[in-house]
């Protein structure tokens, strides 16, 4: 039963707040601070005098409802429906999180000395305006910064519209033209441990009033659930893709949570809603403890860790290319070629030092600040820009540590060797080697070279070498490999042009490498390394290599994946096995209704072996025109997704291919997800005008995808100062070389539709925590996450082919602390 309290003296409009400090010193009684009964004193709250006398609460924690409201006329019926739901909440559930519950639309309890202080948490059930006057407002504030809790429910954001004390403890305000009529919408909920939304629907969908916000709270606030505009009219005040609808704060002492929803009679009477009230009131009464500081902007520091180089050599940084982390704390990256500007390039074919570079390999020692000088292959990589057929890519693109790396010191490089170019067939030999790395000396022994795996590629024309590795928890490695094949001669749509060659060799067909099953550019493949040197081919591959068909078509074992373009980053989550890549599309800046779509920069979460569509589909299965001899410029059929063929003169593989599987991230220049009204075929119409925009967090312009990590808490490992905090667990991170409208968020899959091209249920910008701009983190090369928890980026720099002043290793940690309140401040509920 709730204790009744007399309701009138309904607060009346006072003008703008300030901040009263004479508010009566026993305000903040022993109730405020409910907590185990061996929990110690407390520090004296700002604006009291008193001490508390005696850990409060104990098995009397209490809730009190506020519902003053400035408007005249009756009560609404959302309030008593918000009451008694909370009410219900208070008795039900454990003994230990149960709570007393007293409704009033008194204001006078907030200067009220003795009542005041024995609530553990304040509801606002308001119909909003100017409910408070000076004092009581006052007294609000000492009773927060005592260490107060303060739910926030729907119109209680139109409360207090005066002050900005009251503006911030709520987050934000409701914009004048938020739509009024009930609507169903879809609620994306992407804190998955908070307790107000860890037992609510991932996508949640449900009727309510939405709100927009005159100014969006994200980034200031922790926002643990967002409302998905797209499945709703929201009228002209629209916030976008990032539209918060529930958030929390450790705010000025206290804790404050608000939710946007509840704004329907019908909504107190949803289990799922009830739920999001309970979780809130949980945290805010102390009952429980919550991390709301994980997106708070402020609460994350960026670093740059390296110098700029010192003039005309690489000793800090090569042109970066990639980076892996050591079990103790060591950050290994790669440069793939390039010299600093100063450095001649050699372009001439006819010169035996045509496109020499240094691959480097340098160590940042966290413990000393140091960076050593590892090693440097010498690469074939290092031609500069220019057009096609001057550019190259080539170099040193990869690196990989032993999963006993501190027992045996093996590194895994893949690079292109200066060595093994053939100048007349412009020709080279790709590589995955083993070195080994004297622990003492950060020196890199080169002598140590196991070739684990090799292979052709044509140097003729760039592009497309993709690089990166990495280990899944079997042992198995990785290796992502690029097309090898031209931008151009397509028209910047399919890559399928069967006749440009050099000496026999195409560079301008896909279908010669990632269309191939006996080609290993164009892939991610998948070996089990042995000690001596070896591999050997795990079960599960997308081939055993001896299939073949009537055409004499082979396959390679070592092919996991196929169908990717340009892979350059990969991941695999050694906790689920899942891959993650990311990939670069072609050069088309529009879709064509000739030729398909534009250009679809791809991010794929990969649970087993299959195709990935290039250069016959992309996207969500969208598929390419066919062209074939004579006449390249002519089209022909649209491919089959399903069943496709390799029909091409340069394809040595099978003609006929596995069926494509659709991705789940794709970009175009106009934006994310592009998708279209399809014929009785299943060929989408490619109009504009027509494009349905299913990402709408994304979009393009000069693209290039750089896949990023999947972040696990440790729970176990050393507490660290700086690791990110455990929400961020399973989100995967997705991002762009470029930093203007490309991006750079963290998105929630569903583990049940990820590995079949489902789409992200849920995403967040990490633009202003991975800071983007000249003076940040703007060209993303490469990022993971260390042992300590801290996120470790590479940028490239500010030109091509090359290292300058802004080429970086950097580094991204948390500061905001750990969930709230402190053990020692939980309290009891109810007996």
């Known amino acids: 039963m709730t204790e009744e309290v007399p309701m009138h003296l309904r607060g009346l409009s006072k003008g703008r707040r300030?901040?009263?400090?004479?508010?009566?010193?026993?305000?903040?009684?022993?109730?405020?601070?409910?907590?185990?009964?061996?929990?110690?004193?407390?520090?004296?709250?700002?604006?009291?005098?008193?001490?508390?006398?005696?850990?409060?609460?104990?098995?009397?924690?209490?809730?009190?409802?506020?519902?003053?409201?400035?408007a005249a006329g009756e009560e609404s019926p959302v309030v008593n429906a918000g009451i008694e739901a909370i009410e219900d909440i208070g008795l039900s559930g454990p003994a230990n999180r149960r709570f007393k519950v007293q409704a009033t639309d008194d204001a006078s309890v907030f200067t009220d000395e003795t009542r005041l202080g024995r609530f553990n948490a304040i509801v606002f059930l308001t119909g909003g305006g100017d409910v408070l006057d000076a004092e009581q407002e006052a007294g609000l504030e000492a009773y927060m910064e005592a260490g107060g809790g303060f739910v926030g429910v729907h119109d209680a954001a139109r409360a207090e519209p005066y002050s900005d004390w009251f503006t911030g403890l709520v987050g934000a305000r409701p914009a004048a033209s938020s739509p009024a009529a009930v609507q169903r919408a879809t609620v994306e909920v992407g804190d998955r441990r908070h307790p107000a939304t860890k037992d609510v629907p991932v996508q949640?969908?449900?009727?309510?009033?939405?709100?927009?916000?005159?100014?969006?709270?994200?980034?200031?606030?922790?926002?643990?659930?967002?409302?998905?505009?797209?499945t709703y009219q929201p009228g002209a005040s629209a916030n976008g893709w990032d539209h918060p609808v529930s958030w929390c704060r450790d705010y000025d002492g206290g804790r404050s949570f608000y939710t946007g929803?509840?704004?329907?009679?019908?909504?107190?009477?949803?289990?799922?809603?009830?739920?999001?009230?309970?979780?809130?009131?949980?945290?805010?009464?102390?009952?429980?403890?919550?991390?709301?500081?994980?997106?708070?902007?402020?609460?994350?520091?960026?670093?740059?860790?390296?110098?700029?180089?010192?003039?005309?050599?690489?000793?800090?940084?090569?042109?970066?290319?990639?980076?892996?982390?050591?079990?103790?704390?060591?950050?290994?990256?790669?440069?793939?070629g390039g010299a600093d500007s100063s450095q001649p390039v050699v372009t001439d074919w006819t010169n035996p030092d045509i496109g020499k570079g240094k691959g480097e390999i340098h160590v940042y020692d966290p413990k000393t600040k140091q960076v050593t000088l590892a090693g440097a292959l010498t690469v074939f990589g290092n031609k500069g820009g220019?057009?096609?057929?001057?550019?190259?890519?080539?170099?040193?693109?990869?690196?990989?540590?032993?999963?006993?790396?501190?027992?045996?010191?093996w590194v895994y490089l893949h690079y292109t060797p200066h060595s093994q170019i053939n100048r007349d067939t412009r020709m080279a030999e790709r590589r995955v080697s083993r070195f080994t790395l004297d622990q003492a000396t950060n020196k890199l022994d080169l002598s140590s070279e196991k070739v684990l795996l090799k292979w052709p590629v044509q140097i003729h024309s760039c592009c497309h070498s993709g690089g990166g590795m990495?280990?899944?928890?079997?042992?198995?490695?990785?290796?992502?490999?690029?097309?090898?094949?031209?931008?151009?001669?397509?028209?910047?749509?399919?890559?399928?042009?069967?006749?440009?060659?050099?000496?026999?060799?195409?560079?301008?067909?896909?279908?010669?490498?990632?269309?191939?099953?006996?080609?290993?550019?164009?892939?991610?493949?998948?070996?089990?390394?042995?000690?001596?040197?070896?591999?050997?081919?795990?079960?599960?591959?997308?081939?055993?290599?001896?299939?073949?068909?009537?055409?004499?078509?082979?396959?390679?074992?070592?092919?996991?994946?196929?169908?990717?373009?340009?892979?350059?980053?990969?991941f695999v989550d050694k906790s689920t096995d899942v891959l993650y890549a990311g990939w670069v599309g072609p050069d088309a800046s529009a879709p064509s209704t000739t030729w398909g779509p534009a250009k679809y920069d791809t991010f794929a979460a990969i649970t087993k072996a299959g195709n990935r569509g290039w250069p016959y589909c992309m996207g969500n299965k969208q598929p390419y025109r066919d062209r074939n001899l004579p006449d390249p410029s002519q089209p022909l059929g649209w491919y089959d997704c399903d069943h496709p063929k390799n029909e091409s003169p340069n394809n040595d593989g099978l003609v006929n291919l596995p069926p494509v599987t659709g991705n789940n991230i794709w970009y175009a220049p106009q934006g994310g997800a592009p998708d279209y009204p399809r014929d009785a075929s299943g060929v989408p119409s490619y109009k504009p005008e027509e494009a349905t925009y299913r990402l709408p967090w994304l979009k393009g312009g000069g693209q290039a995808a750089m896949n990023g990590p999947v972040y696990r808490y440790d729970t176990v490992?050393?507490?660290?100062?700086?690791?990110?905090?455990?929400?961020?667990?399973?989100?995967?991170?997705?991002?762009?070389?470029?930093?203007?409208?490309?991006?750079?968020?963290?998105?929630?899959?569903?583990?049940?539709?990820?590995?079949?091209?489902?789409?992200?249920?849920?995403?967040?910008?990490?633009k202003?925590?991975?800071?983007?701009?000249?003076?940040?983190?703007?060209?993303?090369?490469?990022?993971?996450?260390?042992?300590?928890?801290?996120?470790?980026?590479?940028?490239?720099?500010?030109?091509?082919?090359?290292?300058?002043?802004?080429?970086?290793?950097?580094?991204?940690?948390?500061?905001?602390?750990?969930?709230?309140?402190?053990?020692?401040?939980?309290?009891?509920?109810?007996?």
């Open 18 to 70: 300030v901040r009263v400090a004479s508010v009566a010193a026993g305000v903040v009684t022993a109730g405020l601070l409910a907590g185990p009964a061996n929990a110690g004193p407390y520090p004296e709250p700002p604006l009291t005098t008193m001490s508390i006398k005696s850990p409060p609460g104990g098995a009397n924690v209490r809730v009190l409802v506020f519902h003053g409201s400035a």
């Open 204 to 230: 949640w969908k449900r009727p309510d009033k939405w709100l927009n916000w005159v100014k969006n709270p994200s980034g200031d606030v922790h926002t643990v659930a967002r409302v998905r505009e797209s």
């Open 261 to 336: 929803m509840g704004g329907t009679v019908s909504s107190y009477d949803e289990t799922d809603f009830r739920a999001h009230l309970r979780g809130a009131l949980m945290w805010t009464t102390r009952l429980e403890q919550a991390d709301c500081k994980a997106t708070i902007n402020a609460n994350y520091a960026a670093e740059r860790l390296t110098k700029p180089n010192q003039p005309g050599q690489n000793d800090q940084i090569g042109e970066p290319h990639g980076l892996v982390t050591a079990p103790d704390g060591r950050v290994f990256y790669i440069g793939r």
């Open 386 to 409: 220019g057009d096609e057929l001057v550019k190259v890519e080539e170099g040193l693109l990869g690196i990989e540590l032993d999963p006993g790396f501190e027992r045996n010191g």
């Open 470 to 570: 990495a280990w899944d928890s079997k042992g198995n490695l990785y290796i992502a490999t690029g097309d090898n094949n031209s931008s151009g001669f397509s028209g910047g749509y399919s890559g399928n042009n069967p006749q440009p060659n050099y000496k026999g060799v195409s560079f301008a067909d896909a279908r010669r490498t990632a269309g191939n099953t006996n080609n290993l550019n164009g892939k991610i493949l998948r070996i089990h390394p042995e000690p001596d040197g070896t591999y050997t081919l795990p079960e599960g591959n997308l081939f055993t290599g001896k299939e073949t068909d009537e055409g004499g078509g082979k396959t390679r074992g070592e092919i996991y994946v196929m169908g990717v373009r340009n892979p350059a980053r990969i």
């Open 717 to 766: 490992a050393a507490d660290s100062a700086v690791k990110w905090p455990a929400y961020w667990d399973g989100k995967w991170f997705v991002g762009d070389f470029y930093d203007a409208d490309q991006p750079r968020n963290a998105v929630l899959m569903d583990p049940k539709t990820q590995g079949d091209g489902g789409l992200p249920v849920h995403s967040e910008s990490l």
């Open 768 to 831: 202003k925590i991975v800071p983007i701009g000249n003076d940040g983190i703007k060209n993303l090369m490469d990022w993971k996450f260390g042992p300590d928890g801290a996120l470790y980026v590479l940028d490239y720099g500010r030109g091509f082919f090359t290292s300058d002043s802004k080429s970086a290793l950097w580094r991204v940690t948390y500061k905001g602390g750990g969930p709230t309140p402190a053990a020692g401040q939980l309290a009891r509920g109810t007996e």
